[in-house]
């Protein structure tokens, strides 16, 4: 049975947008957060992995978004690694109101990135069993992001900036959230809230490196937009986010 | 005699650089919100000034840095209104680690903004009353960063993001702050860290603004870095810091 670790925040001023709610970059950093709570809390903090030549990267979101937690609200992040083999760990993670009602709830997929080899590492007993999930041969088919429109998109350019590096040096995942959305046009993202994403991390991008954004709105039942990252040649990162309207 | 407020702050993953410190833009936002808490707990948070059709707007920061607070440190964070007259209040913070040591102290200027005449407020006794700070005709004279040497300057053009505006409406601080120094060179950053910092803010950016962050480099007897932020025409932002070479 997965160890489960709670902690409760409250909601900062520079976490949140114009409209005072939570933003999905800020919400990956708090996740993230939490969930190395839990790993110092197990003995298995980020120098553990380290000091094996590894650090965590992260594949794969899945967000399912009831509402974004709200500016100076408090919220209890609950988290969980479920499943595991031998090269993805999979958790979840649940943030709920004060009155235990859920509000966002994000299925992540983690893989080990051996740092000198630059390619994935083995998941070994020792790094993950006291997180007490389970082992499972089973290589989970996560939901893909639809392509954006090859006839109908737009794009923006981000240069990679100074603090976008983190301390394993890599752009922090926060980024490339930020690079998504920014995509947008503005009224637009001002006018709806996010119900549901998927992003996929396909290969890094580094300082002094340029991104191109690119993102196209598709029109279903429900309104979704898809998103492409990448740089010349290469693609790193693709997402598809479903909107309501609001406001 | 002013009231002080005290928080502690576990630095987490998201606000450190790649070397592991607190980065100045997440300095900000933490101090930010710990002022934010003092004004919370005597009645006069951010919707009191707002029901009044004001907000606070920062003019100047100095900044006295010992060290940066580190990576899952925990540090004490002391903040206090120290003086006010009919336009400005000036406020002082404190960071201190385990043993008591004064890690950072920053001294700031705010102002009230007339969120609809888009100029400055009068500042009330009922506003600043509780905080019990000193009324002084006196204006400060506040430090002013020296301008960029025009021979010799590099920039970098940055366009505001749609998550850089805030509940108020205006490009959060910590943004100027991203812009100012990224706009050195990255190997420069990383092999320097600040001791000494003033910013001024002129001007508000708006969204859909393109800014340019102008830099130039000054070797006394300790070496110093000159910033401006402008859009065509108009100066937003100025600043200047001292800088002791690490590693």
């Known amino acids: 049975m997965s160890l489960t670790y709670t902690e409760s925040k409250e909601i900062a001023y520079y976490m949140c947008d114009r409209h005072q709610n939570l933003t999905l970059p800020m919400l990956v950093n708090i996740l993230l957060d939490v969930s190395e709570k839990q790993s110092e809390s197990l003995n298995r903090d980020e120098a553990f992995v380290k000091a094996r030549g590894l650090s965590w990267i992260i594949l794969h979101y899945e967000f399912m978004i009831e509402r974004m937690p709200k500016l100076k609200e408090t919220v209890q992040i609950e988290t969980y690694a479920t499943e595991y083999n031998k090269l993805f760990t999979y958790r979840e993670f649940v943030i709920r109101d004060a009155n235990h009602k859920e509000l966002v709830r994000v299925k992540t997929t983690f893989a080990l990135l051996d740092s000198e080899k630059r390619k994935m590492g083995r998941i070994t007993e020792d790094i993950v069993e006291p997180y007490k999930a389970t082992f499972s041969k089973r290589i989970r088919r996560n939901q893909k992001p639809a ?89 790193h990162c693709s997402a598809s986010f479903k909107w309501i309207k609001v406001g």
């Open 147 to 235: 392509e954006p429109d090859l006839n109908e998109y737009t794009e923006k350019t981000y240069a990679v900036r100074y603090f976008d590096i983190d301390g394993n040096n890599h752009v922090n995942n926060s980024h490339y959230i930020n690079w998504l959305l920014d995509s947008l046009d503005s009224e637009f993202l001002s006018q709806h809230d996010i119900r549901h994403g998927v992003i996929t991390f396909d290969k890094e991008v580094n300082e002094h490196q340029t991104v191109i954004s690119r993102v196209s709105y598709r029109k279903e039942e429900e309104l979704y937009t898809d998103h492409l990252i990448r740089t010349n040649g290469a693609s």
